[in-house]
């Protein structure tokens, strides 16, 4: 058989039979695992106190799997998990950059995922309007125009310290 000549189907063979894929065919096996939560934050803390201010969401993602992967090597998570999970261990401040666009209504909050509250306002004739959705959680908002998340910045947040503590110290000082 000459290269560029179509390959002959005898009777016996149907088209539903398909000819048993070689060894060098069968399809790869998954070359990465996924972290528990608990693993996910222990990351995420060890890289936000290390790095206290971090540019971008890819960029966490990278610190955080390049972290997990000291323990396993096959270890990868997704951008958007790193973020939510950062959100909600509470070591983390984000700053949001958005966009406005004229699309929608929101219903759950596009950074953090939670449900969004309504702020209402009365109208002239008696009815409620709403003005603006916000989140409880990160404290992104929004208006009539929908702001899409399109920048986020990652900022560790240290512990407050107890200003009275702190007036109190520096009194003492001046004595």
Same mark, same amino acid.
């Given at each position: 058989?000459?290269?560029?000549?179509?390959?002959?189907?005898?009777?016996?063979?149907?088209?539903?039979?398909?000819?048993?894929?070689?060894?060098?065919?069968?399809?790869?096996e998954k070359h990465w695992k996924l972290p528990k939560d608990e693993e996910i934050l222990a990351a995420i803390?060890?890289?936000?106190?290390?790095?206290?201010?971090?540019?971008?969401?890819? =960029?966490?993602?990278?610190?955080? &799997?390049?972290?997990?992967? !000291?323990? *396993?090597?096959?270890?990868?998570? +997704?951008?958007?998990? /790193?973020?939510?999970?950062?959100? =909600?261990?509470?070591?983390?401040? &984000?700053?949001?950059?958005? !966009?406005? *666009?004229?699309?929608?209504?929101? +219903?759950?909050?596009? /950074?953090?995922?939670?449900?969004?509250?309504?702020?209402?306002?009365?109208?002239?004739?008696?009815?409620?309007v709403t003005v603006e959705w916000r989140c409880p959680m990160c404290?992104?908002?929004?208006?009539?125009?929908?702001?899409?998340?399109?920048?986020?910045?990652?900022?560790?947040?240290?512990?407050?310290?107890?200003?009275?503590?702190?007036?109190?110290?520096?009194?003492?000082?001046?004595?």
């Amino acid at each position: 058989m000459k290269p560029g000549d179509a390959e002959e189907i005898s009777p016996d063979q149907t088209f539903l039979e398909v000819p048993e894929p070689k060894p060098e065919e069968e399809k790869k096996e998954k070359h990465w695992k996924l972290p528990k939560d608990e693993e996910i934050l222990a990351a995420i803390i060890a890289v936000i106190n290390r790095n206290r201010t971090i540019e971008s969401q890819n =960029r966490l993602r990278q610190l955080v &799997v390049d972290e997990l992967q !000291k323990n *396993d090597p096959e270890y990868t998570t +997704t951008p958007e998990k /790193v973020r939510l999970l950062a959100l =909600r261990s509470g070591h983390v401040r &984000v700053e949001v950059k958005t !966009k406005e *666009d004229d699309v929608g209504k929101p +219903t759950k909050c596009p /950074v953090c995922r939670t449900t969004m509250d309504r702020l209402k306002n009365k109208t002239l004739t008696g009815g409620t309007v709403t003005v603006e959705w916000r989140c409880p959680m990160c404290k992104y908002w929004t208006g009539k125009k929908l702001r899409i998340p399109r920048h986020y910045t990652f900022y560790a947040i240290e512990p407050r310290k107890n200003k009275r503590r702190t007036v109190l110290r520096a009194f003492q000082n001046q004595l």
